[in-house]
């Protein structure tokens, strides 16, 4: 059998760049904490300091996953993506099958079951609003205000992203990373997702059933 090519690429979404990100990336953010992600990494990884990706292909948290072929053709969408049960009893989502349905995809392709069909996947991608538009081009100005050292200034638009985009968490997790939260924005993200009740702030990835053994 022809040994297909596959790569994992992690990309790291922060206004900051490799000064806020690179940390987290090689593994000094971990040091003295008892975790294997202290470890550099084996794959490639890219920061998107303008969140090219978010707006792209409309993300709203992180982690999310997204399954590109060979011939540069997307196979699932984004959905997100837990590599480990690490926070299972705060998403009550087991990665075991979505890591199963990853390594079949690696191992057999367009014939894997877990590749969406084509009608089904444009039924399934999240089209932008015209708001979702407009959240995006606050957000890319609070970006430009950010990184000419204007901070103050893009808090306005930072604000106007949110409300015009509330559900995405990108846009909030990154805005309140870059001021006093709770001074410029009256909240935090722990109180955001204390607000939710347990509600998911993102659907389980959709799977076929799975197999009994």
């Not at 790569?7 to 979404?13: F, P, T, V």
């Not at 196979?75 to 926070?87: G, L, N, Q, S, T």
Request: charged content about 25%; proline content about 8%; hydrophobic content about 35%.
């Amino acid at each position: 059998m022809k040994e297909k090519n596959f790569e994992i690429i992690s990309i790291a979404q922060d206004t900051g760049g490799v000064k806020d990100a690179g940390p987290w990336i090689t593994g000094e953010a971990y040091k003295g904490k008892e975790t294997a992600a202290k470890m550099p990494p084996t794959y490639t990884a890219l920061i998107d300091s303008e969140h090219l990706v978010t707006k792209l292909y409309n993300l709203v948290n992180v982690p999310t996953g997204i399954w590109i072929n060979e011939k540069g053709k997307l196979v699932r969408p984004p959905e997100v993506a837990f590599i480990d049960d690490k926070f299972k009893e705060f998403t009550h989502l087991d990665t075991s099958q979505y890591l199963s349905g990853l390594r079949d995809w690696i191992a057999n392709g367009d014939k894997s079951e877990y590749v969406v069909p084509e009608k089904q996947l444009k039924a399934r991608m999240t089209p932008a609003t015209p708001e979702h538009q407009l959240a995006a081009a606050e957000f890319s100005m609070a970006e430009y205000l950010v990184h000419i050292g204007s901070n103050d200034d893009a808090i306005p638009h930072f604000k106007q992203a949110q409300k015009l985009h509330p559900e995405n968490w990108n846009y909030k997790r990154q805005a309140y990373l870059l001021a006093d939260s709770k001074k410029n924005y009256g909240t935090t993200f722990q109180d955001e997702v204390k607000a939710l009740n347990g509600k998911p702030y993102y659907p389980p990835p959709d799977l076929p059933p799975k197999k009994k053994d």
